[in-house]
């Protein structure tokens, strides 16, 4: 049965302060975790340190904040994707509809003009932000789309991967995809290199598959995980990739050239996968000093970058927390869970 959200959208938005939604912050000290509740110095422009958004009818899967950090883009099972007003009461001004299936990923153009979607009707939403408008769908995949991405070069590079073992490589301007690359195995995250030369592809075969483009080419794998692997995100220099696995760690992977020795450069450890095997995915902070990633344990966990430790256990969300992702000009994290919620929460 088809899910309908109605033209008035019920939103509820609710601060740290209300008891039955505060959120209690745990950090590191002296390698105890402690508890400390929200009585600290505001560090962000949120209108209050924790901000609820509801609207969505069923799981969200995806957010992600654009480049200016003034909106949010949601993806969710019920077919739709929600844009949202950080600031202020965090309002949703404008629900995009075109996907006959859930929404698996959302992501934005690096200038923020536009808006790509991975969805499990087989197609990929090419969206114009600031109308709603669908501009166009990339088909060529037989199988669920369950990630994509953007080339940081320009607004026209887009990957994508699916169920159907292929890795597409679309330049938008196109209907149909530049590169099709066979992959062994499901592909569920993919990513592009900084200098949109390498694109990335990992899922059920447990290995990260470094895909040269003009060579049409595995150049590298990266192997390591024991399980499979549902989530990447590029570092913001380019320089590491992050990849997280159903083996219940996160991996950070060294994909500069010409390196000696193992890529795999640190594990991060905390999360937790379960039965339910949803796509977790995850996410670094703008200066690269912090990682994060959603957990089936109902936390959003942050660990410090070059050390491994964890540095926030932040709990809230009642049900899986599938992605995590940073403000990209504020201490600010957003988080988004089986729970049909997102969470937008300051970070000290």
Known sequence: MALVVSDSI?????????????IVKKIRVGGEMVEVHPEFERTSNLMSPTMMLTGHQAAVYS??????????ASGSFDKTIMLWSVYGECTNY???RAHKNAVLQVQWSPDGSRLISASADRTIGLWD?????????LQAHSGVVNSCAFGRRGNDMVASGSDDATLCVWDTRMRKPADVFECDYAVLAVGISKDNDQVFAAGL??????????????????????HTITGMSLSPDGSYLL????????????????VQG???????????????QTLLRCG???????????????????????TTQELYHLPGHTGSVNEVSFHPKEPIIGSCGSDKVIYLGELS
């Open 129 to 137: 932000p600031n109308t709603g408008k669908l501009k166009k769908k």
């Open 243 to 258: 990849t997280n696995s159903m083996d219940n760690t996160l991996r950070q992977w060294d994909v500069r050239p010409f």
């Open 10 to 22: 019920k939103r509820a938005v609710e601060s740290s302060a209300d008891e039955e939604q505060q």
């Open 94 to 96: 404008n629900v995009l």
């Open 63 to 72: 957010l992600q904040f654009d480049p200016s950090g003034q909106n949010l």
């Open 262 to 276: 193992s890529r795999c450069s640190k594990v991060y450890t905390g999360l937790q996968h379960n039965f339910e």
């Open 205 to 226: 075969g447990e290995v990260v598959q470094v895909w040269d483009v003009r060579k049409g080419q595995v150049s590298l794998e990266l192997e390591g995980h024991h």
């Open 284 to 306: 670094w902070s703008p200066s690269g000093e912090q990682v994060a990633s959603g957990s089936a344990d109902r936390v959003v966990h942050v660990w410090d970058e070059m």
